[in-house]
């Protein structure tokens, strides 16, 4: 495959736009009240990168830190707790407002409980995130991992207790109908952040958890004075962009909502794919999907987010697997005086691409079509650390998916 950068601008005027009132701001607030109650919980570092913004041409660009996120390197954990927490307050009839991390993890709510097997498919933060909650509540629990995983993401997740394997021949989306199987075989708990038809519920809160970091990340950037102007997300299914996108249109209705644009690997781009097409239909895309953005390598768009980013997002990017390497270096040898931020290849694609559209002559009109200028105000997420050590090394370190690309320094 050529390597290339494509982009699709929505036009938001034809859209009709959908109901936020599941991701607004009161909804977040419980999804972080409930996160406040662990005690492992602390707002994630966000990092102000202003010399990296004076040599691209920006005013200022913002990255949230999410490799400090319960111990656990990557924020995951938040959608896969709150969903779990979500199901066995309905199970048990508890309030929302009682559901706290202490009452969870009670003896008292174990013995109502009795076993559950939680079950999911995961590149690997995601399940580290169930097995790490499963694990909390003295609870089994069942991941399986696409074809090509990392060991080392495997292990992570067997040290929380689960029952971990690598499925050979499989990539994520038969993983996550594998595990739904097992699921409905072994009366297990599908804790899955994806959805489709007849299972929107449970992805539904995930979403709402990951509500929490963009809830900080916008309160954070707020306390130093600034409002984004930009925000990009990355995108595997799509809960994580939707989830942020909807807060984020629900607390900046209007004109007030910032530029908001999707970052997808081109080896897995499905929501470029369907946002390109705009016939009204998803646009799935199958195969191995090897892409080095292991965390983004899903190919069916989750079915209760894809009509957020349609409603809200203003672009989508589909990004060569070189800018999530590029963007893994920059964060990792930052300028003087900038913070240094170790991101994996997920957790960096967003910072990859905008550091090559602001610097490649030859994406000028990607950057155009952005509303990219010196008075715009960045906000990303890095949502992991050196998940894989040896890979993020041999990024970093020896130069794997080496960059031959000419850019304007100033």
Not at 244 to 269: C, L
Not at 323 to 347: H, T, Y
Request: aromatic share 10%.
């Amino acid at each position: 495959m050529t390597e290339k950068y494509e982009l699709v601008v929505n036009d938001l005027g034809k859209r009709e736009k959908v109901d936020l009132d599941f991701i607004n701001e009161d909804i977040v607030k419980s999804a972080q009240k409930f996160h406040l109650s662990f005690k492992e919980y602390e707002k994630t570092p966000l990092v102000e990168l202003k010399n990296l913004a004076k040599l691209l041409g920006v005013k200022n660009i913002f990255i949230k830190d999410e490799s400090y996120r319960f111990g656990l390197n990557a924020f995951k954990v938040l959608g896969g707790s709150y969903a779990i927490g979500k199901y066995i307050g309905q199970k048990l009839g508890l309030d929302l407002e009682d559901l706290t991390a202490e009452k969870l993890l009670s003896q008292e709510v174990k013995d109502q409980l009795g076993d559950i097997t939680f079950v999911t498919a995961t590149d690997g933060n995601h399940g580290r995130g169930v097995a790490w909650t499963a694990q909390q509540l003295g609870q089994k629990c069942v991941v399986v991992m696409p074809d090509g995983s990392a060991i080392e993401r495997r292990d992570r997740i067997r040290a929380h207790g689960a029952k971990c394997d690598i499925m050979e021949g499989m990539n994520y989306d038969d993983c996550v109908r594998y595990a739904d199987q097992y699921a409905k075989d072994h009366n297990g708990v599908m804790v899955q952040d994806t959805a489709w038809p007849g299972y929107e519920e449970i992805p539904t809160w995930i979403l709402q958890g990951y509500g929490t970091m963009a809830k900080e990340a916008k309160d954070q950037m707020e306390d130093l004075g600034y409002k984004a102007s930009h925000v990009f997300l990355q995108a595997g299914v799509g809960s994580l962009a939707s989830g942020v996108t909807g807060y984020f249109a629900s607390t900046y209705p209007g004109d007030q909502k910032p530029f908001i644009g999707i970052v997808e690997p081109e080896k897995a781009n499905c929501i470029f794919k369907t946002a390109k097409h705009d016939d009204g239909k998803i646009h799935n895309v199958v195969g191995k999907m090897d892409t080095i953005m292991a965390g983004l390598a899903c190919g069916e768009p989750v079915t209760i987010g894809w009509p957020v980013l349609q409603s809200y997002a203003n672009a989508f990017l589909s990004v060569p697997d070189k800018a999530a390497a590029r963007g893994m270096r920059v964060l990792g040898n930052p300028l003087k005086g900038d913070q240094r931020v170790i991101s994996g290849e997920s957790g960096a694609a967003t910072l990859g691409a905008l550091s090559e559209i602001l610097q490649r002559p030859d994406l000028e009109k990607i950057k155009k079509d952005l509303n990219l200028d010196e008075n715009s105000v960045i906000l990303l997420f890095s949502t992991e650390g050196d998940t894989d050590f040896v890979h993020y090394r041999q990024v970093v370190w020896d130069g794997l998916y080496e960059n031959n690309e000419k850019y304007t320094y100033k």
